[in-house]
């Protein structure tokens, strides 16, 4: 089971609504990510959801014809969410690497890799993809609904998640 929860947070500071929030995934019983009580959201640091479901579209797309998709942690100077595709199975882990000079954000091989105890988790590939792109669009939905008066903020979204 793989799930993507998130929460919109509008800031003063953000480019345009949506651009924010808190971000989870679940996993076969293990979270990666937190969501603020409402009560206590103004204090806790938010996490680039457009960064988020731009890179996780990415990752879908190298594992229709890749078996090794690294992707950086948006908010972590060492952490990686690491997928290996066999066959129509995605064996997903948290781990630790060294962001080497020049690595992108998402990588298809790391260098000395240690997991963390969120590690090896299986889940189909068709369900994994499901859910990325299904809340995918939710969240643009969202963004461009917030957004409806900025034209060059609806273009870029629309372009990123096609």
């Not at 078996?67 to 595709?85: C, G, P, Q, R």
């Not at 590939?125 to 461009?144: D, H, N, P, R, W």
Request: hydrophobic fraction near 35%.
């Amino acid at each position: 089971m793989f799930k993507i929860n998130y929460r919109i947070i509008a800031n003063d500071y953000d480019d345009f609504i949506g651009q924010n929030g808190f971000f989870q995934i679940k996993c076969n019983g293990y979270d990666y990510g937190e969501i603020y009580p409402k009560e206590i959201e103004e204090f806790m640091e938010k996490t680039s959801l457009y960064d988020w479901f731009e890179r996780l579209t990415r990752v879908i797309k190298n594992l229709e014809t890749k078996e090794y998709v690294a992707l950086s942690d948006v908010e972590s100077y060492n952490t990686w969410i690491e997928f290996k595709k066999n066959d129509n199975q995605v064996i997903i882990s948290i781990i630790e690497a060294k962001k080497e000079q020049g690595s992108q954000d998402i990588e298809f091989h790391l260098i000395k890799a240690k997991p963390s105890d969120w590690a090896n988790q299986v889940v189909d590939f068709y369900q994994l993809k499901e859910e990325i792109i299904k809340k995918g669009k939710e969240y643009m939905e969202s963004v461009i609904t917030f957004n409806a008066d900025n034209d060059t903020i609806i273009s870029k979204i629309q372009k990123e998640f096609q």
